[in-house]
């Protein structure tokens, strides 16, 4: 593995090493090595808020699978292999809502199963509680409901099949 950048996109915009092609998608967009990984996980109240920056009708499902299929083939474009994370629980957390969540369920099965990727990381399976699956397992987050602890993003990268990366 050559280097690992992990940048927000879409507040700030790319840094010049992701890549001049990444546009602003409000996406967290991390590279490793000649792989581009994709998800959109808010990340602090700042990038949480970033829908709001769009105007017109507000993004939905079809909105956010059509991003993810557009940095996907701006990627292949360039030789990147692209892999898709699932977007985390975030019950309990202020930003919770039923319709949010829902629709977090819908973009995760689509990723899941579309096969537009050439590996999925399915960080929704291993934060969720099995006895709310709306919410981070209780030993993973830091206490909002939303970030993940130290515990939280170790199991993260324990969950990582390596050999996407090869």
């Not at 090595?33 to 105007?55: C, I, Q």
């Amino acid at each position: 593995m050559d280097s690992v950048i992990n940048t927000p996109v879409g507040l700030e915009g790319p840094t010049p090493q992701a890549g001049a092609w990444v546009r602003t998608w409000g996406a967290s967009v991390i590279a490793v090595g000649n792989d581009l990984v994709l998800s959109f996980a808010p990340r602090t109240e700042k990038t949480a808020g970033f829908l709001s920056m769009f105007p017109g009708s507000p993004v939905d499902v079809d909105d956010v699978i059509a991003a993810h299929l557009q940095l996907a083939a701006r990627a292949r474009a360039h030789g990147v292999k692209v892999h898709a994370a699932t977007i985390a629980p975030y019950g309990g957390s202020e930003m919770y809502s039923a319709e949010g969540d829902k629709a977090r369920e819908q973009v995760n099965a689509w990723i899941r199963t579309s096969g537009a990727f050439d590996g999925v990381l399915d960080f929704d399976a291993v934060w969720r509680d099995p006895a709310d699956p709306t919410r981070i397992r209780g030993d993973l987050h830091m206490g909002d409901g939303l970030h993940g602890s130290d515990a939280g993003y170790a199991a993260l990268a324990e969950s990582m099949d390596l050999s996407f990366f090869d």
